[in-house]
């Protein structure tokens, strides 16, 4: 009887020391699973998604006429999306959105058990945590990035050019006498 309760104690334990991770990252890979599988089969009404804007700052950007049928995930405001077409103006980034409120749901489940488990009951301040500060220069960080492109410095090869001259008559005649030799 012991060492079930030992058993017991010891699984609780290690899952609230890591288990409960692997177990929500499970979940969370299901969904995403469940999601590409509905994107990969065109199985979402066209009513379901949401356009976003981003404004974006480049140039040399020749606008797209349609959207073009990208995929990946994004995370806004603690909500997940995954975009299914993506279109780019000039000045804005257009993104078609299919809103993941499953992930949704498991990532902020996850979160509240993660600070329930570390004694940190969300909503509730303790007098020994700092608050946290972040200087933002605007709600969302671009990072620019710059391309140089220059052709490739190849080093020619130097090829040893002898010029070897022969001379039919190696004496030149002159009209005269050559000067005298002064010693």
């Not at 080093?155 to 070897?164: E, N, Q, R, T, W």
Request: glycine share 6%; with cysteine.
């Amino acid at each position: 009887m012991k060492r079930l309760i030992a058993s017991v104690f010891l699984f609780v334990f290690l899952f609230n020391l890591g288990g409960y991770l692997l177990l929500f990252q499970y979940f969370i890979y299901r969904s995403d699973n469940a999601i590409n599988q509905r994107i990969n089969h065109n199985s979402y009404k066209k009513t379901e998604l949401v356009q976003m804007k981003i404004p974006m700052h480049t140039t040399g950007v020749i606008n797209w006429p349609d959207y073009e049928q990208i995929s990946g995930e994004v995370q806004i405001n603690g909500f997940s999306y995954n975009y299914v077409g993506l279109k780019v103006t000039q000045d804005t980034m257009y993104m078609l959105c299919l809103p993941n409120h499953e992930k949704t749901r498991l990532i902020e489940a996850d979160n509240i058990y993660g600070k329930q488990v570390n004694d940190n009951i969300p909503g509730k301040r303790s007098s020994g945590t700092l608050p946290k500060l972040t200087l933002t220069a605007s709600k969302y960080s671009y990072q620019v990035t710059e391309f140089h492109f220059s052709s490739p410095v190849r080093d020619i090869p130097s090829i040893g050019f002898h010029y070897l001259a022969y001379l039919d008559q190696p004496s030149l005649s002159v009209n005269g006498q050559p000067p005298e030799h002064i010693a």
